[in-house]
């Protein structure tokens, strides 16, 4: 089996990062930290953070803007918009309508859907699907967190390692030179929720006096289960793929993985006996911005590799659900 879906193609895409630039030394101002620590343990050396009028819609659509740039098209030419997101600017409605209406684009389809760090692949199957079967032409897809938001500042083990920013795609059934989507494989374990998850402020905790102060609104996260459950699902997930299309690791030209941990992605990379260098890492600047994570990459590496026709590309994520995924991409 080769393609599944031969007729879909990433035709642009574009990523957006706030301002404000916050380093590890920053924020060994404000918790018991170092840069020592938080380079050592995870890589990153510094993140973005979203100014406090600036939600998520907004990252979303500066990323939107540069991904229709991209794709040499213009906004009415977009026919669907689905976002990946875990810290929507409101529980409802859907962030994917406040991006619609910012970027003009009314009355597509918008909805969002909440697979945290997975959350672009779950969107990128979603669209592929949706554009298979029809009327849709172009679809814009994008992964955006502030999770800046959501993490709490007084928690030295999570709050050091997310920053915010969005990713954008343009899906399309137009056959232009580039990247071919070739197969994704989805996929989580519900079991395993508990592992990374903010407690309270949903139905089955409601925000309350007593939530508040004990800070359950926050991610909550037990990072050394997370790693593990990362390393093996990434891995997994990874190779089902690659096995379904008869290729294995040594023939992809750049994996682009979740940026969390550059030490999950080295344990990764002896999992597949490959050398680190044939993995995309950003993280260094910007932390795990979550959803936006793997769209920020596929912006970056699209731009910064000489890319030959033949060049296979496998992105691989895992995140809160749990979720995983990984999508096979071919240039064209
Ligand atoms: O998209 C999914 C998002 N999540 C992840 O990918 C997280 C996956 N997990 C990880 O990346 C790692 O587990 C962490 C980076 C979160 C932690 O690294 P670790 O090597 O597993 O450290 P640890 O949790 O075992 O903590 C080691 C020590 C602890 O002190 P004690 O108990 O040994 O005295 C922590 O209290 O480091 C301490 N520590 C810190 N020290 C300085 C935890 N956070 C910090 C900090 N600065 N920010």
Request: charged residues 20%.
């Amino acid at each position: 089996m080769e393609t599944r879906r031969p007729s879909l193609f990433i035709q642009g895409t574009g990523s957006y990062v706030p301002e404000r630039l916050v380093t590890n030394e920053d924020l060994a101002q404000i918790v018991d930290t170092s840069d020592e620590w938080i380079r050592t343990r995870s890589g990153i050396t510094e993140r973005r953070i979203a100014a406090p009028g600036e939600a998520t819609s907004d990252l979303a659509v500066q990323a939107a803007l540069r991904a229709i740039t991209d794709a040499g098209l213009t906004k009415e030419d977009i026919d669907l918009l689905i976002v990946a997101t875990v810290t929507p600017d409101q529980p409802f409605p859907a962030t994917a309508c406040l991006v619609q209406t910012k970027l003009g684009l009314q009355p597509i389809a918008a909805f969002d859907i909440s697979a945290a760090c997975t959350g672009f692949l779950y969107i990128l199957e979603t669209a592929a699907a949706l554009l298979e079967r029809g009327p849709y032409r172009h679809a814009l897809i994008i992964g955006a967190e502030k999770f800046s938001a959501i993490v709490d500042w007084q928690d030295r083990t999570t709050c050091v390692l997310f920053g915010d920013g969005a990713g954008a795609a343009i899906i399309s059934r137009e056959n232009k030179s580039g990247f071919e989507i070739i197969d994704t494989l989805i996929g989580a374990d519900g079991a395993n929720a508990d592992i990374l998850c903010i407690p309270a402020g949903g139905t089955a905790c409601p925000s309350s006096p007593q939530t508040l102060e004990a800070h359950l609104q926050y991610v909550k996260m037990n990072g050394r289960e997370v790693f593990k459950q990362a390393v093996r699902v990434m891995g997994q997930v990874a190779q089902t793929l690659l096995a379904r299309h008869g290729l294995t690791p040594a023939d992809i030209k750049v994996i682009i993985p979740h940026q969390a941990n550059v030490r999950i992605i080295e344990a990764l990379a002896k999992g597949f006996d490959l050398p680190l260098d044939r993995f995309f890492i950003n993280l260094h600047h910007y932390g795990n911005t979550s959803a936006a994570s793997i769209p920020l990459a596929l912006d970056e590496a699209r731009k910064a590799y000489d890319w030959q026709k033949g060049d296979y590309v496998l992105l691989v994520a895992f995140g809160a659900g749990l979720t995983w995924g990984s999508t096979l991409l071919k240039y064209i």
